[in-house]
């Protein structure tokens, strides 16, 4: 699995709703740029409390989603530009359900790994002004993933993103994430043991599944 990557986003945290701070407006950044084990250097989180860090270095939305939040929402500026859900790297012909946790990737000379899929928050719908998206992405799956970064390297727009590793390969980005926050598709308790096993998911969802497990 290969795809040309449209661009690569850019953001530091600005005034989002009152005092709240947010860097989900990233911009398309121009020429190479460095791809740190903390991320895209350049690249700014708000709450580093919540967002940032080593399993949440690079995120990627699909592009391929837009069409469909087209016919949920309708026409909105945000999705004729390059990156209304605030992810850093833009490509088309890759979604959640045909990668899995731990999958690598090949983008310029850095090496990435596919670490969790993205919690939602009410961030996204503050910034569409659009209520409801929070829900239709727990029940769609159409959810988003992060990176982690193996090896460093640089990277710009126009680069192939290769998977050249494929990881636990039962266990798609798509559908952990509805086993985790779709009621209609809630684990088992065999699922919940799988998902905890896996080691290449990150320890911060690990840990929440053994919590649950424990209960």
């Known amino acids: ?70 016919e949920q929402i309708g026409p909105h500026p945000l999705l004729d530009s390059a990156n209304a859900f605030g992810e850093n790297i833009v490509a088309s012909n890759i979604d959640d359900s045909v990668v899995h946790i731990g999958d690598r990737f090949r983008l310029g000379s850095a090496l990435l790994e596919i670490s969790q899929p993205r919690q939602p928050c009410w961030k996204i719908e503050h910034h569409f002004g659009t209520k409801g998206m929070v829900a239709k992405i727990v029940t769609s799956h159409r959810c988003g993933w992060y990176f982690r970064v193996l090896e460093e390297g640089t990277a710009q727009a126009g680069d192939t993103l290769e998977r050249v590793e494929e990881g636990h390969t039962d266990w798609s980005v798509a559908r952990l994430f509805a086993k985790l926050y779709d009621k209609a598709h809630k684990a088992s308790a065999d699922e919940l043991r799988e998902i905890a096993a896996l080691d290449r998911l990150c320890d911060l969802w690990r840990n929440k599944v053994r919590e649950a497990i424990a209960d």
């Open 1 to 70: 699995m290969k795809t040309t990557v449209d661009a690569i986003c850019i953001g530091q945290p600005r005034p989002f709703n009152g005092a709240e701070m947010s860097a989900i407006g990233k911009l398309p950044a121009d020429g190479p740029l460095d791809i740190r084990s903390f991320g895209i250097v350049g690249d700014m989180v708000a709450d580093p409390k919540v967002h940032g860090g080593p399993d949440m270095a690079v995120h990627l939305y699909p592009r391929d989603h837009y069409a469909w939040w087209r």
